[in-house]
């Protein structure tokens, strides 16, 4: 392998700062919307759109720059209070802050982008400055900082006095990894400049403390410097140190002009690329009281991740070895290899614990999905989150933004009432969609909750009849009607919307959630809202699994599909049709298949008395029994990707190494019950 | 650049350059059904001892099955049965060559490998055109060593197709 690109690395270092950097930004303009921001809210707003734009320039990422430097001006508009940060202003800005990221991931990935909505959200930008006055030195201070290019000389010479600073950095400013010499440079890029070290305050070596601030500096600035240019010069600097402009009368007393390059001794770098010395430069200043991190490829996780799980798998088979050397129950070796396994267990938390990511970043995504929608619909929404620290594992998350963008759209587009309606009932024009997550008993709660209408049984149940999903005369309890909803093809809506519609329905978000080990539930108030309730695993590398037996070949059953378990008699088996039979189970029909036979281990088998019934949950709510010859065992199992080396298996979710050193296959409920020969839908096994 | 420096002190050996490294290719020789085949060694990985591979539901015959790889699920594929040569019976002296081509691992079943052989990279021709005969497709090439011939696979033909065949 050749040696990658060094601006490659670089490059992919400043989209994953750009992440963060949006990431602040809309948690910046959400502060601002709900009131809870100050000034500093707005400066660090400023600062990210900033960042980018920096970067975006070193890259030649002309137009991303571009957008970025008019989004720019906007909030350089708001920072020294030429406009006022009102609602209008804000929506404005958080559409603007959506556009940007999608400039920056297209950017990212190459991908084109759709330009009217740039073009769209650039208009309502100049609309909202249209009365103020065109800022166009924004343009000059910044492009030489960035690109380290020498900047032409030709900012307009007609100001009256030039400016003359003092400049007196604190402790903290070295401390956040800036350095006065790239302001200082800065400022002398700008023209002929005289810059004066002050350092009389400079102790003797004896009792110099190293990280203490000694010197200050007075600058002359070039003839037709501004006070903006100086403010972006320092713009990093700010509360940082104390800082006085003031137009130059007099000449500088005891000059000393130092080119541009003031004493602090070390590494000599010119200009703040990307890759300056302190690399933390631009995000420092916005995460100084985080705690540190580091960034870690995925990759190297997953094997770690992966490694670990390996030996769990080796520790099971260890102890499955020694206990068959019939070693006393109270020798060293069993302590020793009980505090292996306990070991083995922490390890496994704390690699896991990795993996998990805070879900704040998809809570925020789903804020723009609600401003989409309302804006769509017409309904004034707001996005309400809670819990946005919990954890839950990368994987999961990936997998989550798609049904939990089908629900908010759900809630916004039905959950939600028109204004009108909510005037009528007396509610705040303003709905309100709560995003909320927390953990419970070792699994991740996601609830989706609407202050709309809540269900409307009446109309569940009569288009349940019509869809043939429910008889005339039943009588469902309330929640059993709630859980029509994830039936397929069911939807109260009649007009498909643009929003939700699109032929998909709850069915689909359940199946999703499903695939992730996950479990959904509504709870419904007439006229107070609705809740729909995710739970989900905290990984997907680790399943509580059944070990099962069928046809000579071991296999596990995700614990979460089984209801129950029954030992089949003979007696309480019917066959429906010569494919198809059915199994009783305390009173009602449940089709039956038997395990082996359905993954072709064995041909049919007619007589299945004394084979173990697992009653297992399919699609819809709907449920069937699967027979295996034996329960084996009840035990955590390390999922193991069936590669791509192969295709897909119908009824094979997975694999996973037992401890005999084995491999097992993981079954998936939903896809045998479907591939099953001769078996299609159940009849009108809907209600559970 | 490879000249060597001469040695005074030596008489001047008349001996054959050696081939540059490029020039020749190492076989991983092997046989199925009395016939030699081969594998470049530069696609395999590891060559291990047989063990019992959990059967695939619904896989195509040649697929055995996967078997644990160091925490890895690698597939086993009956070598003989995929070239059409019939189904072998297991025996415990059977051995798997891990290979991985095209980004892909897979284990080859075969009864034993035979030699690795050195051949020179133009002693390699392309297989005669065998229309009608099941077993071409898979062979890149064919090489005489000595009195032998060895038939060179094509892994990317060998390799079941990526996706629906299971389907």
């Known amino acids: 392998m050749a040696g990658p690109d060094p601006m490659d690395a670089i490059r992919k270092t400043f989209f994953l700062e750009c992440e963060d950097l949006l990431e602040a930004l809309l948690e910046g303009l959400d502060a601002l919307s709900t009131g809870s921001g100050d000034t500093d809210t707005v400066h660090s707003v400023f600062r990210a759109v900033h960042s980018i734009k920096g970067g975006a320039g070193a890259f030649g990422l002309d137009r991303l720059v571009t957008f970025a430097h008019r989004f720019e001006s906007g909030l350089d508009a708001l920072r020294t209070g030429r406009i006022e940060a009102d609602a209008g202003a804000l929506q404005l800005f958080l559409r603007a802050a959506d556009l940007l990221g999608d400039l920056v991931r297209a950017s990212r990935d190459g991908l084109p982008t759709d330009a009217g909505a740039e073009d769209s959200v650039l208009a309502d930008l100049d609309g909202l400055l249209g009365t103020l006055p065109e800022e166009r030195e924004e343009d000059l201070d910044f492009a030489p900082a960035m690109l380290a290019i020498p900047l032409d000389d030709d900012t307009p010479a007609d100001a009256p006095a030039p400016l003359r600073l003092s400049f007196r950095p604190h402790e903290e400013l070295y401390l956040s990894g800036n350095d006065p010499r790239h302001i200082l440079a800065a400022l002398s890029r700008l023209g002929p400049t005289e810059v004066t070290c002050h350092a009389e305050a400079l102790p003797d070596l004896a009792t110099l403390n190293p990280e203490s601030s000694y010197l200050h500096w007075t600058v002359r600035c070039a003839p037709g410097v501004t006070t903006a240019d100086i403010e972006a010069a320092f713009e990093f600097a700010a509360g940082l140190c104390d800082l006085e402009v003031t137009a130059d009368e007099d000449p500088v007393p005891a000059a000393v002009p130092v080119p541009a390059d003031p004493p602090p001794p070390d590494k000599n770098l010119p200009g703040a690329g990307p890759a300056a010395p302190p690399p933390a430069a631009s995000s420092a200043s916005a995460a100084t009281t985080q705690t540190p991190t580091v960034r870690v490829d995925l990759d190297r996780v997953d094997r770690l991740v992966n490694l670990v799980g390996e030996l769990v798998i080796n520790q099971a088979m260890l102890s499955q070895s020694v206990r068959q050397g019939s070693l006393p129950p109270n020798s060293p070796v069993m302590a020793g290899l009980d505090e292996f396994l306990q070991l083995t267990r922490d390890i496994q938390d704390s690699v896991m614990m990795i993996r998990a990511q805070p879900i704040k970043p998809l809570f925020q995504r789903m804020g723009r999905i609600v401003r989409e929608a309302a804006s769509r619909t017409g309904k004034a929404v707001r996005l309400e989150t809670s819990g946005e620290g919990t954890e839950i594992d990368k994987t999961v998350l990936d997998k989550l933004t798609d049904p939990l963008t089908h629900m908010i759209r759900n809630a916004v587009d039905h959950g939600l009432e028109s204004t009108e309606v909510r005037r009528i009932a007396g509610k705040p024009d303003e709905g309100t969609v709560h995003l909320a997550a927390h953990h419970r008993s070792g699994r991740v709660i996601i609830d989706v909750s609407d202050d709309g209408g809540g269900l409307d049984r009446a109309r569940i149940r009569a288009r349940a009849i019509e869809r043939g999903l429910l008889s005339e005369e039943a009588d469902p309890t309330p929640s059993d009607l709630d859980a029509l909803l994830f039936q397929p093809g069911f939807s109260t809506v009649d007009t498909v919307s643009d929003l939700s519609g699109r032929g998909v329905g709850m069915d689909v978000v359940k199946r999703a959630i499903q695939t992730l080990g996950g479990r959904i539930a509504i709870t419904t108030e007439p006229g107070q809202g609705t809740t729909f309730s995710i739970s989900l695993p905290l990984t997907l590398a680790i399943l509580d699994g059944m070990v099962v037996e069928a046809g000579g070949e071991t296999m596990v059953m995700p614990l979460g599909a089984v209801l129950e378990t029954q030992t089949v008699t003979g007696a309480d088996m019917d066959a429906l049709t010569p494919e198809s039979r059915v199994l009783r189970v305390r009173g009602r029909m449940l089709p039956l298949l038997d395990l082996g036979e359905v993954l072709g281990h064995h041909p049919r088998r007619d007589d299945l008395a004394g084979c173990v019934a697992l009653i297992v949950q399919a699609e819809g709510g709907s449920r069937y029994a699967l027979t295996v010859d034996r329960i084996a065992d009840q035990r955590q199992v390390v999922i193991k990707g069936l590669g791509d080396s192969y295709g897909p298996i119908p009824g094979i979710a997975a694999a996973t190494i037992l401890g005999d050193g084995q491999v097992a296959l993981i079954l998936d409920p939903i896809e045998l019950r479907e591939h099953a020969p001769g078996a299609r839908r159940p009849l009108a096994e809907t209600m559970p | ?167």
């Open chain 2, 1 to 167: 650049m490879t000249q060597a420096v001469p040695d005074p002190g030596a008489a001047p050996v008349p001996e054959a350059p050696p081939l540059p490294e490029d020039r020749q290719i190492e076989l991983l020789a092997f046989h199925l059904g009395g016939q030699e085949y081969s594998v470049d060694i530069m696609s395999v990985r590891e060559i291990r001892g047989w063990s019992k591979p959990t059967p695939l539901p619904h896989a195509p015959g040649y697929l055995r099955g996967v078997i644990n790889l160091r925490g890895t699920v690698l597939p086993i594929m009956d070598l003989s049965e995929r070239l059409g040569l019939g189904r072998r019976e297991a025996s415990g002296r059977d051995v798997i060559i891990v290979i991985e081509a095209e980004g892909r691992s897979i284990g080859l079943l075969v009864s034993a490998v035979s030699d690795i052989l050195t051949v020179p990279s133009d002693a390699l021709d392309a297989p005669p055109d065998l229309t009608g005969e099941d077993g071409a497709r898979f062979l890149s090439s064919i090489a005489l060593h000595g009195d032998c011939l060895t038939r060179v696979l094509d892994l990317s033909a060998v390799l079941p197709p990526r996706t629906s065949a299971l389907i």
